[in-house]
């Protein structure tokens, strides 16, 4: 099927960059609650936790842009980078663009800046995508970064983003003044069969089609989300899918593709928390503070 057979003028259910909307959910609010908690707490260091193409990146870039414009805020991906190009990522990200010649004056100069704005209550935020696949080496600066202080005060924010558990890997490397910080983690949960019809009409609707429904009537969108999981990344990918596979609006539950859910072993039904037992996440929304 034709995207001008549905109404829609620009393709809304995009797998790449910025989304035309962003459809807000339970699990969604309760994660930017958490990351605010994070933000605004002297010693926040957050372990944001969630399946691939559950959506936390677009959640995390969603809360800094919610932040006003004098928090300096980083985000970074951890996988594979050496230590010197996180340094002149962040930097940069902190308004830092050249003028550093060595790694160690670029490390220098984000510790310099921190507790500059911490000094003035405007700690920056330094959050680090797929934390768990850092170097021994970047997890060495950021031991040096959580141990900054101003006035008995951390003097930046803290927020290691992952589809596994983080703590565990923390505490077998013996990064004590990292798990000591440790404020919170969550764990981000799936969209319920309704809010996954909601999310999938409001996106539609973004995109210009007047009737979504009469395109992805209730049952379809019901078979999304049991063959998604009701992850956002998914239900996009399997939504442009069933359109491409539907010969006529509205499309039919059989225009659904097959599709297996998101990996699950890397977010157990349990995360380790401090006190050296497990503890089930079982709070609807997502939250675990420890």
């Not at 003028?9 to 994070?38: E, W």
């Not at 414009?69 to 985000?75: E, S």
């Not at 009737?211 to 990918?237: F, K, N, T, Y």
Request: charged share 20%.
């Amino acid at each position: 099927m034709k995207l001008i057979d549905t109404g829609l003028r620009k393709q809304p259910f995009t797998t790449h960059g910025q989304p035309l909307i962003t459809v807000p959910y339970a699990s969604q609010k309760a994660a930017f609650r958490f990351l605010h908690d994070t933000q605004f707490h002297d010693r926040g260091l957050g372990l944001f936790h969630g399946p691939a193409l559950s959506g936390k990146t677009t959640i995390l870039r969603r809360f800094m842009s919610s932040l006003p414009d004098h928090y300096a805020v980083a985000i970074t991906d951890g996988a594979g980078v050496q230590a010197a190009s996180l340094l002149t990522d962040v930097l940069s990200q902190f308004g830092y663009a050249a003028g550093f010649d060595s790694s160690r004056e670029r490390f220098n100069m984000i510790k310099v800046f921190a507790r500059q704005q911490a000094g003035n209550d405007r700690a920056p935020l330094l959050i680090i995508e797929n934390a768990h696949a850092m170097s021994p080496i970047l997890f060495d600066l950021l031991v040096e970064f959580s141990e900054l202080r101003v006035s008995h005060r951390c003097a930046m924010r803290i927020v290691l983003a992952s589809d596994r558990p983080i703590l565990p890997l923390i505490r077998a490397m013996n990064l004590d003044s990292i798990s000591a910080r440790v404020t919170g983690k969550f764990l981000l949960r799936p969209l319920m069969p309704p809010e996954t019809t909601r999310y999938l009409h409001l996106k539609l609707k973004s995109g210009g089609c007047e009737s979504p429904g009469d395109v992805l009537p209730p049952p379809v969108c019901h078979r999304l989300h049991d063959a998604s999981g009701g992850w956002p990344g998914m239900i996009d990918r399997m939504a442009v899918r069933t359109l491409a596979q539907a010969q006529r609006c509205p499309a039919r539950i059989e225009d659904v593709p097959q599709q297996a859910r998101p990996a699950g072993n890397a977010i157990n039904s349990h995360v380790a928390v401090r006190g050296g037992t497990n503890r089930p996440l079982q709070n609807p929304s997502g939250r675990c503070v420890a």
